[in-house]
């Protein structure tokens, strides 16, 4: 992946999104996602957890798909391995997401390309909370 999925502009405008849903995200305090989601939540965003194997995480509702969670989602935050990414981009422009975010170590551009061609915009192996951190 090359760094055009890492414009400064589109990461800002991601993370100005209020709804994010974290697709992956795990009930476990070690793994990264849970961190991340407890920072997002502490900056103010609305955490939607998203994972079949989850009822709940960090106190919230967890959803077995994007497409069960019942409120627009701005955008979609990915914790899952790259081969799951086309999936899960289809389920991002189904829903309108507005942006496609895949965290570090994830890359997939058949589900970049999905993204785009669905109107979304897309930043790829970066962290939310380090980027977070660093345009606060």
């Known amino acids: 992946m090359s760094t055009q999925r890492q414009q400064p502009e589109v990461i800002a405008a991601a993370l100005g999104a209020k709804t994010v849903a974290i ?5 476990n305090p070690m793994r990264p996602s849970y961190g991340v989601a407890e920072y997002l939540i502490n900056a103010g965003f609305e955490v939607i957890p998203v994972n079949p194997r989850e ?3 960090l106190g919230l509702r967890c959803y077995p798909s994007l497409a069960e969670v019942p409120v627009a989602i701005d955008m979609v935050d990915v914790f899952r391995e790259s081969a799951a990414v ?4 289809a389920q991002a422009v189904a829903v309108k997401a507005k942006f496609l975010w895949l965290q570090l170590g994830v890359a997939s551009d058949e589900g970049v390309a999905i993204a785009e061609a669905g109107g979304m915009q897309c930043i790829v192996d970066l962290c939310t909370k380090i980027e977070h951190q660093r345009m606060a």
């Open 23 to 27: 697709v992956g995200l795990s009930s």
């Open 55 to 57: 009822q709940e995480v």
């Open 86 to 89: 086309t999936e899960i981009a």
